[in-house]
Nanobody
Framework: QVQLVESGGGLVQAGGSLRLSCAAS????????MGWFRQAPGKEREFVSS????????YYADSVKGRFTISRDNAKNTVYLQMNSLKPEDTAVYYC?????????????????WGQGTQVTVSS
């Protein structure tokens, strides 16, 4: 089993920044990729960003490209999501997810483990 714990969410004004963290623990030996997804009230969960094991390849939803940056520190088993120029439409619960593969993906059913989520609220 792999446990994921997100942190760093909160309330921020439009144009502000937040940095989310996701720490992995448990049976994490091996190659894995990580992703961030979000779910707003009344909407389906959507892909935000993902990163391969090496950290050399990153992927973003069009809605966050140029504003969000994903990174990882494999020594700390932690992945980060730096969110800048936040907009009210970024308001959602953000989830990190773990995939037993070198290659990341943008579909939620590709991922094996999920965190409990952290709330991000952007006020206008």
């Amino acid at each position: 089993q792999v446990q994921l714990v997100e942190s760093g969410g909160g309330l921020v004004q439009a144009g502000g920044s937040l940095r989310l963290s996701c720490a992995a623990s448990g049976r994490i030996l091996g190659t894995y990729s990580m992703g961030w997804f979000r779910q707003a009230p009344g909407k389906e969960r959507e892909f935000v960003s993902s990163i391969r094991w090496s950290g050399g390849s990153t992927y973003y939803a069009d809605s966050v490209k140029g504003r969000f940056t994903i990174s990882r520190d494999n020594a700390k088993n932690t992945v980060y999501l730096q969110m800048n120029s936040l907009k009210p439409e970024d308001t959602a619960v953000y989830y990190c997810a773990h995939k037993w593969s070198y290659y990341s993906g943008s579909f939620s059913d590709e991922y094996d483990y999920w965190g409990q989520g952290t709330q991000v609220t952007v006020s206008s």
